[in-house]
């Protein structure tokens, strides 16, 4: 079974500039999930959502960050201005069903 | 709100050595607890994780027993191996399975051969 896929796997762009950051869950996993990780800290949650609907976005700030998942299955996570605290590593995992989270390995961001 | 505490790190150990990494937690209701575990490169993997009081999760050598009276989920092994060498978070979650977990800071472990 394929794991969860994220790329790019590394990120370097310059303050100011928009990123992407795209997801793909695992086949069949109804919830996604895009966490923030921190130098040196556990993972924040950012977004899950529920197939296509956005069920708790209380920590995504968005005055910059988007996201959005098309058809229930990827997902895309975007900043529109990055700015230098934004440098961290973004996660994305699903899950089926309330069951265990599986992880994607993250794409790691860093502004200049 | 929820919070997990996790010891500080990194943790350095022999091969063999005896390994506890501290975990406690504060949470308004009644959370099911995780360990999760990052090798370099990789995701973050389940490990273990126990749902109510008493339970002890088990996985791989690893296990952790639910303590409510002591808000604590300490993960212990016996016997350290250099393929233990990762990042150990604990994280809770109050909602059924595990959709909203909360993690801690992360324990960075070296074991030395």
């Not at chain 1, 040196?40 to 910059?64: C, F, H, M, W």
């Not at chain 2, 050595?17 to 490169?41: H, K, M």
């Not at chain 2, 749902?51 to 002890?56: E, R």
């Not at chain 2, 092994?77 to 979650?93: I, R």
Request: hydrophobic share 30%; net charge negative.
């Amino acid at each position: 079974e394929a794991g969860v896929v994220q790329s790019p796997r590394y990120k370097i762009i310059e303050k100011k500039q928009p990123v992407a950051f795209w997801c793909n869950p695992i086949s069949g996993h109804n919830t996604l999930y895009w966490y923030l990780q921190n130098l040196g800290q556990g993972p924040e949650l950012l977004i899950r959502y529920e197939n296509e609907e956005a069920v708790d976005d209380s920590q995504l700030p968005k005055d910059r960050f988007s996201a959005e998942r098309l058809k229930g299955v990827d997902s895309t996570l975007k900043i529109q201005p990055a700015e230098l605290g934004d440098s961290a590593v973004y996660l994305c995992a699903s899950s089926y069903r309330n069951k265990e989270q599986y992880f994607g390995p993250g794409t790691r961001l860093t502004v200049t | 709100g929820d919070s997990v505490t996790q010891m500080e790190g990194p943790v350095t150990l022999s091969e063999e050595a005896f390994l506890t990494i501290n975990c406690t937690y504060t949470a308004t209701g009644y959370p099911s607890l995780f360990w999760y575990v990052q090798y370099p490169g990789e995701g973050l993997q389940l490990l273990l994780k126990a749902t109510k009081a008493d339970d002890k999760g088990s996985n791989k050598g690893f296990e952790a027993t639910y303590r409510k009276e002591t808000t604590s989920f300490h993960l212990e092994k016996g016997s350290v191996q250099v393929s233990d060498s990762a990042v150990y978070f604990c994280a809770l979650s109050l909602i059924q399975g595990a959709q909203k977990l909360v993690f801690g800071q992360g324990t960075r472990l070296t074991i030395n051969p």
